[in-house]
């Protein structure tokens, strides 16, 4: 049996039988407005993090869900896009796709703004998705593609990127692992499935992004999210697991290189009232600017002695100049 038919049918048990602690318990339940959300869709709520964020969501963007779960998370895009089908979501495995259908005929008793048809549900693969060129103005998947293996991520990459229109994003959240994982670890598929022995370092997450063309990546949460530990895993050293959310941008590629947001400042306090490289970046006396890795290095390749760089927060909330 292959990973893939591990993971599909591990989660059509999910969908039979919510398993409460399949994946993470940090998402947040959005308190919005005239939102609720019912029990049975945060107990199918199989993320990692959230890919949820009102500042993307602006102008009823049209939007994509891959990998559907019990729904929540559609249900919170559904409330900035009131349309009929404003918002596909997609999954492979028929029986999450039907217990979608039944959670959204309970979030329509407990919301009265809310309509089933506001979600255009479909079966697809994420590796060829059923989804026009150029459509989609915000696509999300959460705590999926940490599970596939290196040459089908690079297919759902992509295939993400040829959705998305100019400057769309592609918001997710999934497990990364910074230590090294043996391969009876690698290639155990459950294990993979539910979304432990899959995790990627930030850095080779991030280039896997880049290498298909988004210019712009914007790391948005770094939060502790399991241990595999000796005693119940078959690893010799203690692995600590962490989820990153992270939006992926459909921006042109610089000819420098894709501009990466990693939370790192830069603080001017010099004697003049600001400071110009004449690149683009102006940084107002003691007022600090959000700036991408590279143009960290740059300006620290001036030699400045009036310039604080602060270290990566890897949480990056928007703004600054690149």
Request: net charge negative.
């Amino acid at each position: 049996m292959s990973y893939l038919e591990t993971t599909h049918n591990v989660y059509k048990e999910a969908a039979l039988t919510p398993d409460v602690g399949l994946c993470c318990t940090t998402n947040p339940i959005w308190e919005l407005p005239g939102l609720k959300i019912p029990r049975i869709m945060q107990e199918m709520n199989y993320g990692c993090g959230s890919t949820v964020h009102a500042r993307d969501l602006t102008n009823n963007p049209k939007m994509l869900y891959v990998g559907v779960g019990g729904g929540m998370e559609l249900l919170q895009f559904a409330y900035f896009n009131r349309n009929k089908g404003g918002v596909i979501g997609l999954d492979v495995v028929d029986e999450m796709l039907e217990a979608s259908r039944k959670n959204f005929k309970i979030a329509e008793e407990q919301n009265d703004w809310f309509q089933s048809d506001f979600v255009d549900l479909r079966k697809g693969d994420a590796m060829d998705l059923p989804v026009e060129d150029n459509s989609i103005d915000v696509a999300a998947q959460n705590c999926l593609f940490n599970i596939f293996k290196s040459d089908d991520l690079k297919k759902a990459i992509e295939e993400m990127y040829r959705v998305l229109k100019p400057h769309g994003k592609l918001v997710m959240s999934d497990p990364t692992c910074e230590q090294p994982m043996n391969d009876e670890l690698r290639n155990d598929a459950r294990l993979r499935a539910l979304c432990l022995s899959g995790s990627l370092s930030i850095a080779d997450y991030v280039k896997a992004l880049t290498d298909a063309g988004f210019g712009t990546i914007e790391i948005r949460a770094r939060k502790p999210y399991r241990i595999l530990d000796p005693k119940n895993y078959p690893t010799e050293a203690l692995i600590y697991i962490e989820s990153i959310e992270v939006a992926a941008i459909k921006d042109p590629m610089p000819a420098d290189g894709p501009c990466i947001f990693t939370g790192r400042a830069a603080i001017y306090y010099g004697d003049e009232d600001y400071f110009d490289d004449g690149l683009g970046h102006t940084l107002l006396k003691n007022q600090p600017l959000a700036i991408c890795d590279k143009t960290t290095t740059a300006l620290q390749a001036l030699g400045r002695d009036d310039i604080f760089f602060s270290e990566p927060t890897f949480h990056y909330d928007g703004g600054g100049c690149c």
